[in-house]
């Protein structure tokens, strides 16, 4: 019985401390990352063919959630605030929350998943292949070659893509509040321009979504890099990449709303 | 796929998020209001003033013709001193204009307005309104009511 007791702590310890591992190793990881894409200046071709594939095909999914969380939230806000004889604010309203959280929130999590999950996949099987190490073997760097690309895509596209995801959201709620539910459209526009502030509401925005874009990003090609290169291993490293990244992006957000939007 | 169709395709989705941008910063946020205009300054002093914050709007007739820029609390005459940036447009308010603190709607977001006096001079740069009228305070007004009430039933 105690065998089985000491066994369990054991497992822990071993647990916490492969946990601890793996964040030093990532830390590692993102700092030489960080010193290889100096490289990209002298090879801008690869970073826009990941840019292409990283920031190009996410904009799809991102254009239409856009537009449909933007409707969402003017056909409730609309219901919550006609009762108060307030459903001129309606704009204003959705334009804040798009720019100070749904935006940049929302985008990260569907670029954690449909480019995240992606660049695990890809750089993952390129270790299980092993074209990795064939790459060093002809003297070239896969950090720079590989990793630094990817990780320079996903860092640009980020806040790109937010900035789309809160223009659609406001034109979907436009296309709602004012087309459909018959709001006067100058109060709809001129609520907002009174109200939301381009340096605390929209450079903020800007800047959560790069540092998402860096988190997002880091998770994916760390995971895709240092994942066990087995076909399994492969699928648990995608996962974990949607996962942590997804916890990493919200845990975050309150951080940056908590330093951001208090005074 | 080709890489100049790729190169094509990226140029967009940078010329998306720009033009998303800057419908952003133009369409929905403040940008067109700091918009090039001039400003001068004017300070006006108010033994309250209620729930007036900085940006919140001065106005005239209705109409928006500045911003408050400042809000400071003058220690030694017991007042808050509130700095607004009036368009440089509207520099005709006479000296002796009023300045009070008033609230849009019932509850609404409280402002500066102005009620243009008669003088022959008008306000400039720097210059202090000293014809002022605090903000209403919700809860005194119901306080002093509930006191005046209970003075009549007595």
């Known amino acids: 019985m105690f065998s089985g007791l000491i066994d369990r702590v054991a497992h822990l310890g071993a647990a916490t401390i492969h946990s601890f591992r793996r964040l030093g190793r990532g830390s590692v990881f993102l700092l030489e990352v960080i010193a290889s894409c100096a490289s990209l200046f002298t090879r801008p071709r690869l970073l826009i063919k990941q840019l292409y594939s990283v920031g190009v095909q996410t904009l799809i999914i991102i254009v239409v959630a856009g537009l449909f969380v933007g409707m969402v939230m003017a056909l409730q806000s609309y219901y919550a605030l006609i009762d108060f004889g307030a459903e001129d604010s309606v704009g204003v309203m959705v334009a804040l929350s798009l720019m100070r959280e749904l935006g940049p929130v929302v985008t990260a999590l569907l670029f954690a998943g449909r480019a995240g999950s992606a660049l695990t996949a890809e750089i993952g099987l390129m270790k299980a292949t092993e074209q990795l190490s064939g790459m060093e073997m002809m003297a070239v760097n896969p950090m720079q070659r590989i990793v630094a690309p990817r990780f320079m895509a996903g860092v640009i596209s980020m806040p790109l893509l937010a900035t789309i995801f809160s223009a659609v959201g406001v034109i979907g709620a436009y296309l709602v509040a004012v087309e459909l539910l018959g709001l006067d459209s100058g109060p709809f526009w001129s609520q907002p321009q009174n109200k939301v502030d381009l340096y605390l509401d929209l450079y903020n925005g800007i800047i959560k979504s790069v540092v998402f874009g860096v988190v997002a990003t880091w998770i994916a090609v760390f995971e895709g890099y240092d994942c066990i290169p087995t076909s399994e291993g492969l699928g648990q490293a995608t996962t974990r990449t949607v996962v942590h990244s997804s916890l990493a992006i919200l845990f975050l957000d309150f951080v940056l709303t908590a330093l951001m939007f208090t005074k | ?154």
């Open chain 2, 1 to 154: 796929m080709t890489s100049r169709k790729i190169e094509i395709l990226v140029g967009l989705f940078v010329a998306a998020a720009i033009a998303a941008f800057f419908m952003l910063a133009m369409q929905v946020s403040n940008m067109s209001s700091y918009g090039g205009g001039e400003n001068y300054e004017l300070s006006a002093r108010f033994d309250n003033i209620g729930g007036l914050k900085v940006r919140s709007p001065v106005s005239a007739g209705g109409v928006t013709i500045g911003r408050v820029t400042g809000i400071q609390y003058n220690s030694e005459s017991y007042e808050a001193v509130v700095v607004m940036a009036i368009e440089t447009k509207y520099d005709k308010f006479p000296v002796d204009t009023a300045a009070s603190i008033f609230t849009s709607g019932l509850l609404g977001e409280q402002f500066v307005g102005f009620e243009p006096g008669a003088e022959e001079e008008f306000l400039k740069q720097g210059d202090v309104i000293d014809l002022t009228q605090s903000a209403l305070v919700l809860e005194q007004i119901i306080g002093q009511f509930l006191y005046s009430k209970a003075d009549e039933e007595e």
